[in-house]
């Protein structure tokens, strides 16, 4: 079909092509063609009033949205039409209002402009869609398709709190397998987020692991492979990955993560949902990809079997391979120490992980992410979990870690361990204002006291 044109002036060509960019239907109102003309700018005014909307008043809502393959496919189709649509409307402007023909001069330039404003249109446009693809690849790998059942629409089944079991996991050279040295609950009150982590130390001896096969095979406690393992609970995961009839008919790679949360579940008295693991090389790759992370060093922390590395005190960035040392080197330190710092870290990189830094590194991060975390978190929970991620940031987050003195870890009182956390959960439950020590009891730190350890 050709596109009748009145032949205006350069000028006025390219600010009527501008301005239709910014509205549509400006450059066919110039053209008499005010039908056309309403029509799109009735169209544009509604398409963005829409877009406000959503944002300025579903905009809580939208994050949920994240996490849900489907609605990041919807997405991804709705910006490319969107897109699609807008440099159409742009070139037809163009075609209404670009100079005579005898005029190659005018029309070399507006075409480039022309082009230039759909380059600019869809560039952010591929990038988005690029970005929800993504998105959804991630979602697809890490997370279960399996559908968790779920009570009256309730995704927590009327729980009262929902305990999540966060796993760092190492290995070493010469040593096969996969050892869970980081081991933390995080138990959150599903109602109001209030959160207290409980936190167990990697060397816990003669673990009462659950019945059946595991407990008929270790009636008094866990006492490893033979005489080359001591028989630490970060043994467990290993352990089951390695011998099929602790977890008969589970498959390999989730044997020793359902056979730790039921370990984990007996030693505090309470249940685990669900588990997350990172793999501390892969949490390395996470932090090279945001470009390193910021902590403040204490006291010097000396790496490496031959004491070849040193982190020097003071306020510094980590590449990804420093931050690993810092959170994983026993040296002139203890398990304990070492725990302290892997929680200071895990809090730098959450507060440094802001919307700017993960869209500049979207996809290293996505792909560094696919490797280093692994978890049996349901996709139609995620968006439930994501709300109630929000209500978490709104509370202090306390800890309590089972160590010396409170904890003997080769003679644990495991009856002490249970009691101390159905104290701790009764105290830092629905409410924000943290509760009394009494003499005698530990007392469970506040996120401040924890990074104490890094400043």
């Keep these: 079909m050709t596109v009748r044109t009145r032949g205006f002036g350069l000028g006025f060509s390219i600010i009527l092509t501008l301005a239709s960019t910014l509205l549509w239907g400006v450059a066919h109102l110039a053209a008499d063609r005010r039908k056309t003309g309403l029509a799109l700018m009735a169209a544009h005014v509604l398409m963005l009033a829409m877009i406000l909307t959503v944002i300025t008043v579903f905009g809580s809502k939208l994050l949920p949205l994240a996490v849900q393959p489907a609605w990041l ?11 699609i649509i807008w440099t159409g409307v742009v070139i037809w402007s163009y ?18 402009l022309t082009i230039a404003l759909c ?18 690849d991630v979602v697809n790998s890490l997370f279960t398709a399996n559908v968790s059942p779920v009570v009256s629409q309730d995704p927590w089944d009327g729980a009262k709190r929902i305990n999540l079991l966060l796993l760092g996991a190492d290995a070493a050279p010469g040593r096969p397998g996969v050892r869970t040295d980081s081991m933390t609950v995080a138990s ?4 109001t987020g209030a959160t207290i982590l409980l936190g167990l130390p990697r060397n816990l001896q003669r673990v009462r692991l659950p019945e059946g096969p595991p407990r008929e095979r270790f009636p008094d406690g866990f006492t490893g492979a033979g005489p080359e393992t001591p028989g630490l609970l970060n043994e467990v995961f290993q352990y089951a990955e390695d011998y099929p009839e602790m977890e008969p008919g589970i498959r390999k790679g989730q044997r020793g993560p359902t056979l730790l949360k039921k370990t984990i579940s007996g030693i505090l008295g309470i249940p685990i949902t669900y588990y997350t693991m990172v793999d501390m090389k892969g949490f390395a790759q996470i932090i090279d990809a945001m470009g ?16 070849e590395g040193l982190l020097r005190p003071g306020t510094r960035k980590l590449s990804g391979a420093d931050a690993l040392w810092f959170g994983r080197s026993r040296t002139d330190s203890d398990d304990y120490v070492r725990m302290g710092r892997q929680k200071c870290l895990l809090n730098a990189v959450a507060k440094q992980a802001d919307p700017v830094t993960v869209l500049n590194s979207f996809e290293k991060l996505a792909v560094a992410t696919k490797r280093a975390i692994s978890t049996d978190i349901p996709q139609n929970v995620l968006p439930d979990l994501v709300e109630l991620a929000q209500r978490v940031k709104a ?17 644990p009182d495991w009856s002490l361990i249970r009691r101390e956390v159905t104290k701790a959960l009764a105290d830092h439950g629905p409410s924000t204002t943290p509760p009394q020590a009494t003499p005698g009891t530990p007392s469970p730190e506040t996120p401040i006291a924890l990074d104490s350890a890094c400043r």
């Design 119 to 136: 380059a600019l249109i869809l560039t952010p446009a591929v990038y988005a869609a690029r970005v929800t693809y993504v998105s959804r």
């Design 95 to 112: 075609m209404l209002v670009r100079p005579a023909p005898v005029n190659r001069v005018g029309r070399a330039v507006t075409s480039a």
């Design 292 to 307: 390193g992370v910021t902590v403040t060093i204490k006291q010097p922390i000396v790496y490496g079997k031959y004491r």
């Design 73 to 83: 496919t919807a997405f991804s189709i709705m910006i490319a039409t969107i897109a």
């Design 188 to 191: 959150v009150d599903v109602a």
């Design 395 to 411: 509370n202090k987050i306390k800890s309590l870690s089972f160590v010396p003195p409170l904890i003997n870890t080769v003679y």
